[in-house]
């Protein structure tokens, strides 16, 4: 048995499975351009389905607190819509008066755009396995704030190459998002250690794991 995170490696052993091995998912590394953020702003990208499990209004909610300290503060959230979050989610923003841009589901290679023009990742989920989306932030250097649920900690490790807050928490991540801001070299060390890390699982890094199983 094969388990792409080291989640759900344990999942399966907790059920009384032995003979399990972790291989991550993968990553092209080679497509995604490191960029060097000298100066980080509050524009925040958030990058999911809007479905109630991944906490879209959450998002929101940093961005109101935020705002009250740093009024430039803007976020974009990218993805399509699964259960009708999308909707519940615009309509919350507006009802605290709160601007977002939704853009609804985009290309890869045009949410990577986006990616350069926003200096920092927020996931806010209440539960995950190994998002893809955080994946690729860490390869781009954007650095990410992300709630601490589910497979997170096995990709994610607080104030290494990340920063994590309890699930819900928004204030915490408001203020993760802060301490960023008024540190830019330990923002810089973050992205650094995530690029690293993310490095580990470029595909012809992984593909070599598929082959011992598979030989």
């Not at 204030?171 to 250690?193: R, V």
Request: net charge negative; charged share 25%; with cysteine.
């Amino acid at each position: 048995n094969v388990a792409p995170s080291g989640y759900l490696k344990q999942a399966f052993e907790n059920a009384g499975f032995t003979n399990v091995i972790h291989i991550p998912n993968s990553i092209e590394i080679d497509k995604y351009e490191l960029k060097t953020r000298v100066e980080l702003t509050p524009k925040l990208l958030w990058v999911r389905a809007f479905a109630s499990i991944y906490n879209p209004e959450m998002a929101v909610k940093v961005l109101q607190q935020l705002l009250e300290k740093h009024p430039s503060a803007s976020l974009t959230m990218v993805g399509p819509d699964k259960d009708s979050s999308l909707k519940t989610t615009k309509d919350f923003a507006d009802s605290i008066g709160v601007a977002v841009n939704f853009t609804g589901q985009l290309a890869k290679e045009d949410w990577w755009q986006l990616a350069s023009e926003h200096d920092i990742f927020i996931n806010t989920t209440h539960f995950d396995n190994t998002p893809i989306s955080v994946m690729e932030a860490m390869a781009l250097g954007v650095p990410v704030v992300s709630t601490n649920v589910g497979g997170i900690p096995y990709l994610l490790t607080d104030k290494e190459n990340a920063l994590l807050v309890n699930d819900d928490d928004d204030k915490a991540m408001k203020e993760a998002i802060c301490s960023l801001l008024e540190d830019q070299q330990k923002a810089s060390d973050l992205t650094l250690n995530a690029r690293h890390f993310i490095e580990q699982m470029d595909w012809n890094v992984v593909k070599e794991e598929w082959k011992r199983v598979l030989r």
